[in-house]
């Protein structure tokens, strides 16, 4: 590689680190709850999962201004989400040979966790059961369908609970724990803030919090007691949690403009090769041609 190369892939490498720290956290349950707590359960309910809900809700937002183009966009990220292609561990899998040849090459390292960064975001933005629409009237149905979910979905008490489960998890994780190099928290510590959190909302939840931890995603979390946290604490991790969507947030927008399909995609492209990233840079400029007259592709 020639060294411009490899000072691209480096500055590519920690940028992707500093914005996704979460992407090299173990175990991988961590990565697994940072991915669900960037859709919350207040507004997915036990549907965090669900890819294709999550592309539709983020699509309300970024366009909130203009239904129009909210609508297009909407079933342009369905047509995405329909056709994308999911991606195995065992076909992104790297072999001994191919590990210690890309090592031995100058710039080796920084390709192999790039790589490795590209496969992990893809797949954890593909959890759930794929959307495999067999027909038209199958395509639709489903999109409104999702659109009524989340116009209509009223969150109970547990949804909130589960939330502020998994923010405080979140929190402790960005500023205490450096996610997962200084270990992880325990059931009680995540517990405690939760409830704090809530108190703080003028909410509270007595009790079934082994439930609510195991509806989280947080059950695996070693056994442990703790004290009631102290304001600085909660407005620290409140501030810790907002921080860490803000990067997530921010990387999206720098690299992507927002459009987290193409964040995942052009991921996946980069994993393919240079070949397939060309081909991938190309079809999305020709797509945004055909949406503007000024290219001389609409009269």
């Not at 297009?72 to 292609?85: D, F, G, H, P, Q």
């Not at 205490?176 to 809530?198: F, I, N, Q, S």
């Not at 501030?239 to 052009?266: H, P």
Request: charged share 30%.
């Amino acid at each position: 590689m020639k060294a411009e190369e490899i000072k691209a892939l480096r500055e590519a490498t920690e940028a992707i680190n500093k914005s996704f720290p979460w992407l090299s956290a173990t175990p991988e349950q961590v990565r697994i709850i940072a991915v669900r707590a960037e859709f919350p359960r207040s507004i997915a309910g036990a549907r965090q999962d669900d890819q294709l809900l999550r592309r539709i809700y983020f699509c309300t937002r970024q366009c909130c201004e203009d239904s129009n183009i909210a609508r297009l966009k909407i079933v342009e990220a369905a047509i995405a989400e329909s056709k994308y292609e999911e991606i195995t561990v065992s076909k992104l899998a790297f072999n001994k040979e191919t590990e210690e040849r890309v090592t031995g090459e100058q710039g080796g390292n920084y390709v192999l966790e790039f790589l490795y960064m590209a496969r992990e975001f893809c797949r954890l933005l593909n959890l759930g059961e794929p959307f495999r629409p067999k027909a038209d009237s199958e395509f639709f149905s489903r999109v409104a369908e999702c659109l009524n979910y989340l116009e209509t979905y009223k969150p109970s008490l547990g949804d909130y609970a589960v939330e502020a489960l998994q923010n405080a998890f979140v929190g402790l994780m960005q500023s205490k724990y450096d996610w997962g190099k200084k270990a992880v928290p325990t059931k009680g510590e995540v517990r405690e803030m939760a409830k704090a959190h809530l108190e703080e909302q003028g909410t509270s939840k007595k009790s079934g919090w082994t439930n609510l931890l195991r509806e989280a995603g947080l059950d695996w979390l070693p056994a442990g007691q703790a004290g009631r946290p102290s304001k600085v604490d909660i407005d620290e991790n409140v501030k810790a949690g907002r921080e860490y969507r803000a990067l997530c947030t921010q990387a999206v927008n720098d690299f992507y403009g927002g459009d987290i399909i193409r964040a995942r995609d052009s991921l996946k492209a980069a994993y393919g090769g240079k070949s397939e990233y060309q081909r991938s840079e190309r079809d999305r400029l020709a797509s945004s041609s055909e949406h503007d007259p000024e290219n001389g592709a609409l009269e």
